[in-house]
Structure formats: structure tokens, C-alpha cells
């Protein structure tokens, strides 16, 4: 029981897509049950090292998926994983050192506000991934009830203070409003002990680990008052300009991979437990659980293809982030994505 309580704590203080502190550390490889010949087939592979914003975690299910079943390697990508910062992945890949990396909307609108010519090629999470959460006792069931609250943060930095200053906007207003709290990454524990009122933390992170622990939510979303595109694939214009070609075998394997997943998340979870052990054995069931709370992120809403982003979307959040003081200049819209890779 003491095992399970401290690997909660761990995940409650690591899940943290975007700006979780840990070093970078290497993805174990599938077994391979013909050395020769695969290391025959790997030298004519492009290495492809996709920088992810986390550690090993099942919530990279697609990715693994796409390794696993060959869906690069059918592309001729020799694709990897490389766990650290995103901000530091941002500048890589704006500098050209890096090709592609795991990065929000409200990332690349900053890269771009700075002068680095970053580009979102795919979407993976269709919907904003951080929400507010509280227990149903304080009657926080919307926005505006924040106001004179004790609201819980890592920090006024990430994507969960993004998400904040996006909800005080709906409700029209400041955090002069609000008591911010800055806790780490200490939601699911701060909000369980009664330090705050309320807390901003992932989905699949500590409203899985509270309603685990049988403790009533509620839990609010951004989407519905602002959107603002998450999680997905970004490269930089140079590569989009002199090499398409490699742009779309990464953007359509990708988005091979999270259909698989989607249509059979059963597998899906197994081959991410190849990748990721130790969220085996004791600890599988909340990692199940935290796998299933990220599907329905991963599925895309209704009417549009998996990957596929909107420019409205795009210029409310470069407008909103603009407004909030979160960049000095409004980024025009059509710089920060293209669809043009989606459907091919």
C-alpha cells in the first residue's frame, strides 16, 4: 500500500505534460529477434529523435504504438523519444538542431513572439489538457466562482497558468480577484489537505488521482470559453521549405499511430508498457486509468481530421495571449500552423 501511495505521489508530482523537471533519459528498444538483420535495416533509416516534454510515460501510447508496429520504420524513420524541457526543445528546433519536437500552441505562439520560426505541423490532443478541479463541497462549477477563492499552481508559468489567466478572462477577472497559490506540483495533495480551494493540473493526472481515492469533483475545462490548440507535432520553416517530404512521413505516420490507438487502446496500453515497465505490476491499474482519461484528448472533435487545427482557433489564442501579456506582439495567425500535411 506504502508503494502505491508513494508511486501516486510521484505521478501527481511529475504529470505535468509541458514543464515537468526531469532529466533526459533514454527509451528502451523493443527486442529485436533477428539482431543482424535489424541493425541491417536500421542503418537505412533516418534516426529521428521527436522531443517530448516529459518522462516515460503511458500518456506517449501513440508513439510507442508507431514504433512497436512498424508504422516509422514502414516510412523510413527511425524514430526515437528524448525526454526533457519542451522550452528547451522549442529552441532546438527553431535553431534547426533539432526536427521535431511535442509542443503546445501557446509554446509556439511564445517561440514565435521571440523570433524563432517554429511551425505546428499535427495536432495529438484535440482539447486543452489542463483543467480546474475542486471538491464538490466548495460549489467552484464555473469560472466566476473562482473569485475570492484560494486557487492552486505550480507557478505563473506553463500551461497551467495558461489555462488560469484563460479562465479568469472568462469570468472577467484578475488575479487581484483571486488568491493564487504557487504549490509545485502538489495539486491533487494540496487540494485533498484543504490548502486551496481549487487547482489547475492536468485531466489525466489529479482528478485521476483523487477519484481514485473516492473523492468528489468538479472539474473545468477551458475549452468551452477559449480555444487554444495543445499538445502536437511542431518542426520549423525551414525544414517545411526544403524538406516536405520528411514533414509528411512524420506528420502521417503519426497520425497512423494515434488512430491505432484510438481503435484499439487494449494493445495500445500493453505496447506502452514495453516502453514504460515500472508502470506495470502494483502500478498498472492508475496508469491504466491515466491512459484511458488521455483518450479522449487524443480523439478528434467533430467534423475535423485527426491532426487538423483551425486558423480562428489559432487567432484567438495568439489575440489572448497578447492580451494577457503572456508575449509583447500579436502573432499573425497563419505563421504558427499548417494543415497542409493533414489527409495525405
Do not use: H
Amino acid at each position: 500500500m506504502r508503494k502505491r501511495t508513494l508511486f501516486v505521489t510521484l505521478i501527481a508530482l511529475l504529470l505535468s505534460v509541458i514543464l515537468a523537471a526531469c532529466a533526459p533519459v533514454s527509451e528502451p528498444a523493443p527486442a529485436a529477434s533477428e539482431p543482424a538483420a535489424d541493425a541491417a535495416v536500421t542503418q537505412e533509416l533516418r534516426p529521428i529523435s521527436l522531443g517530448v516534454g516529459f518522462i516515460p510515460n503511458v500518456q506517449f501510447a501513440p508513439f510507442y504504438v508507431g514504433i512497436e508496429k512498424g508504422f516509422y520504420a514502414d516510412e523510413g524513420l527511425d524514430v526515437s523519444l528524448d525526454y526533457g524541457f519542451e522550452n528547451d526543445y522549442l529552441k532546438l528546433v527553431g535553431v534547426g538542431e533539432s526536427e521535431f519536437m511535442i509542443g503546445s500552441g501557446d509554446q509556439v505562439i511564445i517561440g514565435r513572439a521571440q523570433g524563432l520560426p517554429v511551425r505546428y505541423v499535427m495536432n495529438w490532443y484535440t482539447q486543452y489538457p489542463v483543467v480546474l478541479m475542486a471538491k464538490e463541497e466548495a460549489g467552484i462549477t464555473e469560472p466566476a466562482d473562482m473569485a475570492g477563492k484560494k486557487i492552486g499552481l505550480p507557478g505563473p508559468f506553463g500551461a497551467n497558468y495558461v489555462a488560469f489567466r484563460g479562465l479568469l478572462e472568462a469570468a472577467g477577472l484578475t488575479e487581484a480577484d483571486v488568491q493564487m497559490e504557487s504549490i509545485g506540483f502538489t495539486q491533487a495533495a494540496a487540494l485533498s489537505e484543504g490548502t486551496v480551494d481549487a487547482a489547475l493540473d492536468y485531466a489525466a493526472n489529479g482528478p485521476v488521482v483523487l477519484g481514485r481515492e473516492g473523492v468528489p469533483l468538479t472539474v473545468i475545462t477551458l475549452d468551452p470559453y477559449l480555444t487554444i490548440p495543445a499538445n502536437g507535432i511542431v518542426t520549423n520553416d525551414d525544414l517545411i521549405e526544403n524538406d516536405p517530404d520528411l514533414v509528411q512521413r512524420m506528420v502521417r505516420t503519426s497520425i497512423k499511430a494515434i488512430d491505432y490507438t484510438l481503435q484499439n487502446p487494449d494493445e495500445a496500453f500493453q505496447i506502452a508498457l514495453k516502453f514504460v515497465p515500472e508502470a506495470g505490476g502494483e502500478n498498472e491499474a492508475i496508469n491504466r486509468a491515466i491512459f484511458d482519461a488521455s483518450l479522449p484528448f487524443w480523439t478528434p472533435k467533430e467534423g475535423m481530421q485527426i491532426g487538423e487545427t483551425r486558423l480562428e482557433d489559432w487567432q484567438a489564442a495568439a489575440e489572448f495571449m497578447r492580451r494577457a501579456g503572456l508575449v509583447d506582439t500579436l502573432v499573425p495567425a497563419e505563421e504558427l500552423f499548417t494543415n497542409e500535411f493533414i489527409g495525405q
